[in-house]
Every structure is written in C-alpha cells, then in structure tokens.
C-alpha cells in the first residue's frame, strides 16, 4: 500500500467512523488480504483489497436504510446485505445479468 493509498483509507475511516458511532454498530471487515477475500467470497476486484471498503453490522438493524442515507449524505456509497452495511468510496459496480 503506498502512503496516498493509505491516506485516503484514513479520510474514508474519518468518514464512517462518525456515523457509525451516530447509529451504533461494528466493523465486521476493513482491509482483507487477497486469501481471505476470496475465502469469504468477496469479488476478485473487492475494494476491501485496498482499504476503500467496510463492513458494518448495526446494532439494530431496522436503521440500515437511515443508516445508508447518512453515509450518501457524506459522499460514500453504501449497499444494505442480509447481515451488513457494506460501504465504499468508489460508486458501486453494477452486476450485469449475463443470461440476456
């Protein structure tokens, strides 16, 4: 990781940090090693392999959708799972349904 590359992982934790104490909850996932990325079943260009990604599972989950506003409302791009809030700088990369 080169000193930008983690610069900005610092500015995207002084982002979320904040709104995650607002709402309560825990990172579950930060940086992931390549290994553990494809162990968990993450994507092969996850942008936790950079630090520019996290998990987070609130303490109540019915604040997820206010939870995810709030991290729009601050740039970052926030996509609501099963059993997390997964939040990243970069916009989320939209599936392409391959079967057309």
């Given at each position: 990781?080169?000193?930008?590359?983690?610069?900005?992982?610092?500015?995207?934790?002084?982002?979320?940090?904040?709104?995650?104490?607002?709402?309560?909850?825990?990172?579950?996932s930060?940086?992931?090693?390549?290994?553990h990325?494809?162990?968990?079943?993450?994507?092969?260009?996850?942008?936790?392999?950079?630090?520019?990604a996290?998990?987070?599972?609130?303490?109540?989950?019915?604040?997820?959708?206010?939870?995810?506003?709030?991290?729009?409302?601050?740039?970052?791009?926030?996509?609501i799972?099963?059993?997390?809030?997964?939040?990243?700088?970069?916009?989320?990369?939209?599936?392409?349904?391959?079967s057309?």
């Amino acid at each position: 990781m080169t000193f930008d590359e983690l610069d900005n992982a610092v500015t995207f934790v002084h982002l979320v940090i904040p709104i995650i104490e607002e709402f309560g909850g825990s990172i579950t996932s930060f940086f992931r090693s390549a290994t553990h990325n494809k162990a968990v079943g993450g994507v092969a260009d996850s942008d936790h392999l950079s630090g520019k990604a996290i998990d987070v599972v609130l303490d109540d989950k019915m604040n997820a959708r206010q939870f995810a506003q709030r991290c729009q409302s601050v740039g970052l791009h926030p996509l609501i799972e099963d059993t997390h809030v997964h939040v990243q700088v970069s916009p989320l990369k939209v599936k392409q349904d391959k079967s057309k």
